[in-house]
Nanobody, 122 residues
Framework: QVQLVESGGGVVQAGGSLRLSCAAS????????MAWFRQAPGKERDIVAT????????YYADSVKGRFTISKDNAKSTVYLQMNSLKPEDTAIYYC???????????????WGQGTQVTVSS
């Protein structure tokens, strides 16, 4: 059973920072590509960032480029999303996802965490 457990969400003022964590089972982490998505109320689930399993290549949505950083700790089987210079429009539920290949499409990811709420106040 693949499990992804997220943590680190919360309420922060605009301009602040948060770090999200996603702990995965070891076999998941070694074989899957990892990504963060987010979903705001009434909107679709959108890609935030991806990181490949082998060479650590990353991808960022234009809306977060330069502000967010995705990284992974292989020893801890954990993926992180460091979010700086947060804006009210970053408010959403953030989901960790794992899949067999790197993709910006949520349908390509078979495994999902429960989601963690991030609220940025103005």
């Amino acid at each position: 059973q693949v499990q992804l457990v997220e943590s680190g969400g919360g309420v922060v003022q605009a301009g602040g920072s948060l770090r999200l964590s996603c702990a995965a089972s070891r076999d998941t982490f070694s074989r899957q590509r990892m990504a963060w998505f987010r979903q705001a109320p009434g909107k679709e689930r959108d890609i935030v960032a991806t990181i490949s399993g082998s060479n650590g290549n990353t991808y960022y949505a234009d809306s977060v480029k330069g502000r967010f950083t995705i990284s992974k700790d292989n020893a801890k089987s954990t993926v992180y999303l460091q979010m700086n210079s947060l804006k009210p429009e970053d408010t959403a539920i953030y989901y960790c996802a794992a899949g067999p290949q790197t993709s910006v499409y949520s349908t390509q990811y078979a495994y999902w965490g429960q989601g963690t709420q991030v609220t940025v106040s103005s």
